[in-house]
Structures are given as C-alpha cells and as structure tokens.
C-alpha cells in the first residue's frame, strides 16, 4: 500500500499563487508516476499535471499549462504543484495520485489517492 498526504491547499484571490505538496509514504518503490487530479462540484475528476519520479516525462493539462508548475523530490517522495495566476475555474478539491504506470495522464490509471485538499479562488 501506498498512503498519499496533500497538504496546501486555501482561499486564494484570482490571480494569486498556492503551492501544493504530496508526501507519499508506504510502498512507494512500487510506483513509477504520481500527478495531481481536481475535481469541482458536479464534475468529473480531471488530470491537472503528472510526472515521473525521476522528473523526466511531465504531462499538463490544456488548461493549466504555463500556469502550473509540478516537481517532485525523489529522496522525499514528495511531490509538488505550483499554481500561479489562479483563476476561479481552478477551484476544485486537489487530490495527489500515485500510478505503476510510467505513461500517467488518465485518473483511471491512478493506484493509490489521497485524500484530498480544497482550493478556492475568489473573483
């Protein structure tokens, strides 16, 4: 098993900047992927960034691209999402998702989930 913390999220102004972490912990060796996920009232959760644990393949979404920023700590097991020029459309709980998989972009592909952190951005 994998346990996932996220932690950061808040109450931000539009045009503001948070900044999420993911601590994983557990059997984290089995995993090759880890990325961040939202979902808002009455959507589907949706792919925000992913990224390798060795940082190599990244992947964003259309609509967080040059605005949101993932990296990850490999000796920490941490991984992390800059969010910059928040919109209120950016609001949404954002969960940490761990994968085998070493091609993660679909939330299907998700192993493990954390918990969740709320993220709201006033206009």
């Known amino acids: 098993q994998v346990q996932l913390v996220e932690s950061g999220g808040d109450l931000v102004q539009a045009g503001g900047s948070l900044r999420l972490s993911c601590a994983a912990s557990g059997r984290t060796f089995s995993t090759n992927s880890v990325g961040w996920f939202r979902q808002a009232p009455g959507k589907e959760r949706e792919t925000v960034a992913t990224?390798?644990?060795?940082?190599?393949?990244?992947y964003y979404a259309d609509s967080v691209k040059g605005r949101f920023t993932i990296s990850v700590d490999n000796a920490k097991k941490s991984v992390y999402l800059q969010l910059n020029s928040l919109k209120p459309e950016d609001t949404a709980v954002y969960y940490c998702?761990?994968?085998?998989?070493?091609?993660?972009?679909?939330?299907?592909?998700?192993?493990?989930w954390g918990q969740g952190t709320q993220v709201t951005v006033s206009s």
């Open positions: 998702g761990a994968s085998l998989s070493t091609s993660l972009i679909s939330s299907y592909a998700v192993n493990y």
């Open positions: 990224i390798t644990w060795s940082g190599r393949n990244i």
